[in-house]
């Protein structure tokens, strides 16, 4: 039995799915099943029941799944140990990045971690910040960059490298700028905005539950460039981190209505149990003592 099978069992105990695990973990979903059956012959047990919800656990499977579990994080801890041994880091880091994250801070990272480290590799994925935090927790992503309006949840450890304001921005002349505003007559305008998962669309769902509204139509858009060229183009109203909001605002191209939401934290996370993790040590280092 191979490691890597291991991890493709815990992966599709963990989300349930053949399709979904493969997405994870970056392989066919011929090759996920594969890998199940190879398990399944060399233990002579079934783990899964396949329904058409998905891939269930046996009560074998629910037994050997903590084991399985266990013998990921030993396996981990041995490469962590040899490369401590070694003297210098190696291996590859596997991060994640959402679509408007801070990508100064995330750059920065890139370019000290390859001048101090460089014979460690680094992978790249991008995503929401509900992607990202669903990688770290399932193991495809060591760590990464997300945005978080709350406080953090307690299983990750995170150092917050930026933060940023959110504002309401309509087409200029096509919303009175008067307080108070007018949200019935908001509502019955087109909303540009991301899915709900992602920062600026949790604002907008929060703006409205507090008016008491829902628009009739709402154009989803995980982009927030494109977002800008829309408001500016007159299709709509819709929410931009401030920094683009107040540039759009100097070119003339939009007015800003209001302020949505004072500060939202960009932050860099892992699961706190990996604290010990070399890379993430490393990575841990450069954000602290490194200018972002």
């Not at 899964?48 to 396996?75: I, N």
């Not at 109203?237 to 191209?253: P, R």
Request: some cysteine; hydrophobic content about 40%; aromatic content about 4%.
């Amino acid at each position: 039995m191979e490691i890597h099978q291991l991890k493709t069992f815990v992966t599709v105990a963990r989300e349930g799915s053949i399709t979904r695990a493969s997405e994870r973990l970056y392989l066919s979903q011929p090759a996920v099943s594969a890998h199940i059956k190879a398990i399944e012959e060399t233990l002579g047990l079934e783990l899964f029941e396949r329904t058409p919800k998905g891939m269930s656990l046996t009560s074998d499977g629910q037994r050997l799944l903590a084991k399985a579990e266990q013998t990921l994080s030993a396996h981990r801890e041995l490469i962590e140990e040899a490369t401590r041994i070694r003297g210098h880091l190696t291996g590859k880091l596997h991060l994640g990045t959402g679509g408007n994250s801070n990508t100064e801070a995330f750059g920065r990272l890139l370019m000290v971690l390859s001048e101090r480290h460089p014979e460690v590799e680094v992978a790249l994925q991008h995503g929401s910040s509900l992607d990202i935090l669903n990688g770290i927790r399932d193991g495809s992503l060591d760590a990464g960059f997300y945005n978080e309006a709350d406080k953090p949840d307690a299983d990750l450890t995170t150092i917050e490298v930026s933060r940023f304001g959110i504002f309401l921005a309509a087409p200029p002349g096509l919303v009175a700028t008067s307080q108070p505003l007018d949200w019935q007559a908001l509502e019955e305008l087109p909303w540009i905005c991301p899915i709900s998962s992602t920062c600026c669309g949790q604002a907008a769902e929060n703006l409205f539950k507090m008016h008491q509204i829902r628009p009739k139509r709402i154009i989803s858009i995980d982009s927030e460039k494109v977002t800008r060229t829309l408001i500016a183009g007159g299709v709509g109203v819709g929410l931009l981190h401030a920094e683009t909001a107040k540039d759009a605002q100097l070119c003339g191209e939009v007015d800003l209505i209001c302020e949505v939401q004072k500060s939202v934290s960009v932050l860099f996370a892992y699961l706190t149990d990996r604290a010990q993790d070399s890379l993430l040590s490393a990575v841990r280092s450069i954000l602290s003592t490194e200018p972002f």
